[in-house]
């Protein structure tokens, strides 16, 4: 069966320092999909970025970046710069092909960015 | 933003009653889906729907049931509620089946069973 593990349950960093939460992954699929979501204190889900299992070029949005590395099933994610507004639980999720779209997400990180 | 929306947003219930979630979409797509939060587990899936009356379990669904009898519309029962059913259920939904299709979640309903 699939899993997501996100480690760090809280983190907490002073504004402009960098930040990066860690997700680890199981699966027995060669083919699959990973997921960030962002869900801020207002409570809605934001999703971030979908990577597939074949495609582990790093991505970078402006101050956001995903390493995805499939010799250690993670996929990682950082934020450069951190600002008091990225303050929010970050989920990782997993869909592998047979499961379609349905989700398996990580515990969950809380990040607070202190002014 | 997708058009999904949820109601209630907050209810709070007693023990061995049964409540009714609603999840309404205005996006027309096939597929939604029921999760529910808490804390030290992220989101779990309860049931999912691929399309009107057809719905399946998800990791989490004893002591829940759905239903959809319309595209845009699809309900969660709990049908005698427990303390241990007190959370925040998400809907979602995605436009089509495949691994690579990323959902879109509702506002969230917090339920608390006393």
């Known amino acids: 069966a699939q899993k997501v593990t996100q480690a760090q349950t809280e983190i907490s960093v002073v504004e402009k320092e960098d930040v990066t939460l860690d997700c680890v992954y199981e699966?027995?699929?060669?083919?699959?999909?990973l997921f960030w979501y962002k869900q801020p204190p207002s409570g809605e889900l934001v999703f971030l970025i979908r990577r597939n299992s074949f495609d582990e070029q790093n991505e970078i949005s402006g101050r956001y970046s995903w390493n995805f590395q499939k010799s250690t099933s993670s996929f990682n994610f950082t934020i450069t710069a951190s600002q008091v507004v990225d303050s929010a639980v970050y989920f990782c999720a997993l869909s592998e092909v047979a499961g379609g779209s349905r989700l398996t997400f990580g515990e969950g990180t809380q990040l607070t960015v202190n002014p | 933003d997708a058009g999904i929306t949820q109601s209630p947003r907050h209810k709070v219930t007693e023990t061995g009653t049964p409540v009714t979630l609603r999840c309404h979409q205005t996006e027309n797509h096939r597929y939604m889906y029921w999760y529910r939060q808490d804390p030290g587990h992220g989101l779990r899936l309860i049931h999912y729907s691929y399309g009107v009356k057809d719905t399946d379990k998800g990791e989490v669904s004893d002591g829940y049931s759905v239903s959809r009898s319309k595209t845009e519309d699809f309900l969660l029962t709990l049908e005698s509620a427990t303390s241990s059913q007190t959370s925040v259920y998400f809907c979602?939904?995605?436009?089509?089946?495949?691994?690579?299709?990323?959902?879109?979640f509702g506002q969230g309903t917090r339920l608390t069973v006393v």
């Open positions: 979602a939904i995605s436009e089509r089946q495949g691994a690579y299709t990323e959902a879109f």
């Open positions: 699966t027995r699929d060669t083919t699959y999909y």
